[in-house]
């Protein structure tokens, strides 16, 4: 099944990282966090991935470009009869990446419209280029394929940023929380789509989150799957550094593959 990333925003409450590269190449452990995403989905079997690129859409395009040489180890002949001879194999065989120009501006819901024409099947999967998470996506896709909807969002219980500080009318501490689960539950992304999704999308203006799942919604036709594991999107350069940490201390979740 095809996999869609949205890798065009701006990024600008990580403008520590995102200044001088787009989000999807802030690196967690040495390796850009869109490349963390695309091992998720291919442990679980999906290897041919569209990007929607927009923002430094070009160093995402370069770093795929070179990605074999910059991976392996080769032999380059110079001269007339130039060639280049890999000589070893990286982990990342038979991924197949689309790298689409989305336009510098366009919304997240105009930049699905416009990979269209690279979605050759009745159903695709979607995600943010910035959200990690330990999804069963196996799951996911038979939990979507269930139920016959257009479309399948991934719910998951946020956690508060801040303790939560119960008072008395005296000032007294009746209850401290530190960094609660809310009782509902948030979109983490994780999407599947059935073709359909394109009659719910307009222009470049299109904020996919908006209008489109509230028709959706309104029509009966979202469903959600929820997942009470790991998930933590990147927005901040709090949350890059504890992706970092995570990593560094063999603690990452999202690691499912070998």
């Known amino acids: 099944?095809?996999?869609?990333?949205?890798?065009?925003?701006?990024?600008?409450?990580?403008?520590?990282?995102?200044?001088?590269?787009?989000?999807?190449?802030?690196?967690?452990?040495?390796?850009?966090?869109?490349?963390?995403?695309?091992?998720?989905?291919?442990?679980?079997?999906?290897?041919?991935?569209?990007?929607?690129?927009?923002?430094?859409?070009?160093?995402?395009?370069?770093?795929?470009?070179?990605?074999?040489?910059?991976?392996?180890?080769?032999?380059?002949?110079?001269?007339?009869?130039?060639?280049?001879?890999?000589?070893?194999?990286?982990?990342?065989?038979?991924?197949?990446?689309?790298?689409?120009?989305?336009?510098?501006?366009?919304?997240?819901?105009?930049?699905v419209r416009r990979i269209e024409r690279y979605v050759d099947g009745e159903n695709f999967m979607l995600t943010y280029?910035?959200?990690?998470?330990?999804?069963?996506?196996?799951?996911?896709?038979?939990?979507?394929?269930?139920?016959?909807?257009?479309?399948?969002?991934?719910?998951?219980?946020?956690?508060?940023?801040?303790?939560?500080v119960d008072t008395g009318a005296d000032g007294r501490v009746l209850q401290f929380v530190e960094k609660p689960r809310s009782e509902s539950r948030a979109s983490a992304g994780f999407f599947v789509f059935r073709r359909d999704i394109f009659k719910y999308l307009g222009g470049d203006d299109c904020i996919l989150e908006r209008e489109p799942l509230e028709r959706l919604a309104a029509d009966g036709q979202l469903m959600a799957y929820e997942h009470n594991g790991f998930f933590y999107a990147m927005d901040t350069y709090r949350e890059y550094e504890h992706l970092n940490d995570l990593w560094n201390k063999n603690h990452a979740p999202w690691k499912v593959w070998q």
């Not at 859409?57 to 991976?71: D, P, R, S």
């Not at 998951?156 to 940023?161: M, N, W």
């Open 129 to 164: 280029g910035d959200g990690l998470s330990d999804i069963d996506l196996d799951r996911l896709i038979k939990f979507h394929q269930s139920h016959g909807k257009v479309a399948t969002v991934t719910a998951v219980v946020p956690s508060s940023r801040f303790g939560i």
């Open 1 to 111: 099944m095809k996999v869609v990333v949205l890798c065009g925003g701006l990024g600008t409450r990580l403008r520590e990282e995102t200044e001088f590269r787009p989000k999807p190449m802030v690196e967690i452990g040495g390796r850009p966090i869109l490349w963390h995403i695309m091992k998720m989905y291919a442990h679980a079997g999906h290897r041919d991935f569209v990007l929607c690129l927009g923002y430094r859409g070009n160093m995402i395009k370069e770093y795929f470009l070179n990605y074999e040489a910059m991976n392996s180890d080769f032999t380059i002949s110079l001269g007339r009869d130039s060639r280049i001879e890999y000589n070893n194999e990286h982990s990342e065989q038979n991924f197949k990446v689309t790298l689409a120009d989305t336009g510098q501006s366009t919304m997240t819901g105009g930049r």
